[in-house]
């Protein structure tokens, strides 16, 4: 950090990209993503329409463009003559309590904290003048529905936990007049002060631009708008970017890699991060059910499967515009929370082994990584054999210093063998969670492991190996 505050960083690509990602991020490797706004009012969106986005947050624009299964719903249930902006008042967040929540994300064991800022709606979760000014109406937390900075307020709680905060924050907007009218100075006249202004209030550890697509970085004026960032926000040491800066940046400029209900990528040449729901929407989405919700057990393996291979998991919670969050997906974090009380030495702070997974004998299904948007991801098809002579994943590998870590989809029993592994005279096999050694001895050009007959722990730590 000392060497990037004494870098001045110009507004352009090459300047900007040469800037290294704070290494709190990589280090991290799970997050929590929120997505709540005048949108958790209606939370609705069909978990399995063709053609039509799932994401509940999308509401105003599946309205707008005549998405049959909203427009039948908002004709139902508020009839056609209610607008959007009808929503904010109702948005009234009576039961936001910001500490229960950030307790809640400190015992889920994640390490930091994205909430929308304000979605492509506009709406926004601070007091921005800008946002009211340009829509012509109170359009801000604090002049309309709760009455309340929501970004202040939980960015303050979650830091009293000792966890990272940051937002979400949308380049555009899909209805602002000014965006309509005029795009460029939309971009100069409200994105650009009203970004500025959220991140000199809350100096946020990491941003999530989005909303990109519309423009290239150039129309945006991201370089410039970056180098501000880096040179002179109160946040220019520790903050954390992602590559969203127009349509021209993805997987290319910025920094962190992102990737969107998807296998992520293939290695950690780059941070990288993977961002889903745990249905099928980030937004609230009172139309699914429990079959659209990841298990426990696939969200552990997720993470296991991402961190693996060099990347986060930013696993996402939909609120209800009540404030409260879904005891659903409250019940999965704190799932999640107890197992890496266990088995988070083999998460935090580790980096990629040589290989990130080991697999029975048997033909490897192929995951299909490296895309950034929406393809599928069934864990569970490369950890339970689905069909007869199936390879299945054996165990998941992580590293920190010199030692390797061995993740399992499930307790192990008897002998396991581990190959492609160096161990010395010094070295150990120790079940994490506890202080119990395991016998091993060396195998070929590995390392044969002894678990007791009752069933072993579903990670270990094996010292001075490579």
């Known amino acids: 950090m000392s060497l990037a505050a004494q ?247 910025g920094g962190y890699f992102t990737t969107e209900y998807t296998a992520g990528l293939d290695s950690g040449t780059h941070p990288w991060e993977e961002s889903r729901g745990m249905g099928l929407s980030y937004g609230y989405n009172r139309n699914e059910s429990l079959d659209d919700y990841r298990t426990p057990r696939e969200l552990i393996l997720m993470l296991v499967d991402l961190v693996s291979r060099g990347g986060n998991l930013l696993l996402d919670i939909g609120p209800a515009a009540d404030g409260s969050i879904p005891v659903v997906m409250e019940e999965r974090l704190t799932q999640m929370g107890e197992w890496l009380k266990t088995n988070g030495d083999a998460i935090y702070g580790t980096k990629p082994w040589k290989k990130s997974r080991q697999f029975s004998a048997g033909e490897v299904p192929k995951m299909d990584v490296n895309k950034e948007f929406n393809t599928p991801y069934e864990i569970t098809d490369y950890v339970d054999r689905k069909k007869p002579g199936q390879a299945v994943i054996e165990a998941f590998f992580t590293s920190k210093g010199r030692d390797v870590y061995a993740i399992f989809p499930e307790p192990r029993r008897g002998d396991w063998v581990m190959q492609d592994v160096a161990v010395t005279g010094s070295t150990h096999v120790i079940a994490l969670g506890s202080s119990e050694e395991l016998r091993w001895e060396r195998s070929g050009n590995g390392i044969r492991v002894h678990f007791p007959p009752a069933g072993g722990p579903v990670a270990l730590r094996i010292t001075d190996a490579n």
């Open 7 to 253: 870098t001045h960083y110009e507004p352009n690509w090459a300047s900007v990209d040469s800037r290294p990602t704070p290494a709190w991020f990589q280090e991290a490797k799970f997050g929590i993503f929120i997505h709540w706004g005048v949108y958790s009012v209606p939370s609705f969106a069909p978990p399995h329409a063709q053609g039509q986005t799932p994401y509940a947050e999308w509401y105003w624009n599946s309205l707008t463009s005549k998405a049959a299964a909203t427009v039948d719903f908002h004709n139902r249930t508020y009839g056609p003559d209610f607008e959007y902006a009808r929503f904010a008042p109702m948005f009234k967040a009576e039961l936001f309590d910001p500490d229960r929540w950030a307790d809640v994300f400190s015992k889920s064991g994640a390490k930091y904290i994205v909430l929308t800022s304000k979605h492509h709606d506009g709406f926004a979760l601070w007091p921005s003048a800008e946002a009211d000014r340009d829509w012509g109406r109170p359009w801000n937390a604090v002049t309309a529905g709760p009455h309340r900075d929501l970004l202040g307020d939980l960015t303050g709680a979650v830091r009293r936990k000792g966890l990272k905060m940051g937002f979400y924050y949308s380049l555009y907007e899909w209805y602002n007049p000014l965006w309509v009218t005029d795009q460029q100075k939309y971009v100069l006249g409200h994105m650009h002060p009203q970004f500025k202004d959220a991140v000199t209030r809350y100096q946020p550890s990491i941003i999530f631009s989005d909303g990109e697509w519309e423009l290239n970085s150039d129309e945006w004026h991201a370089p410039e708008l970056l180098a501000w960032l880096f040179n002179e926000s109160p946040c220019k040491d520790e903050v954390v970017i992602d590559d969203r800066w127009g349509k021209d940046t993805r997987h290319k400029h």
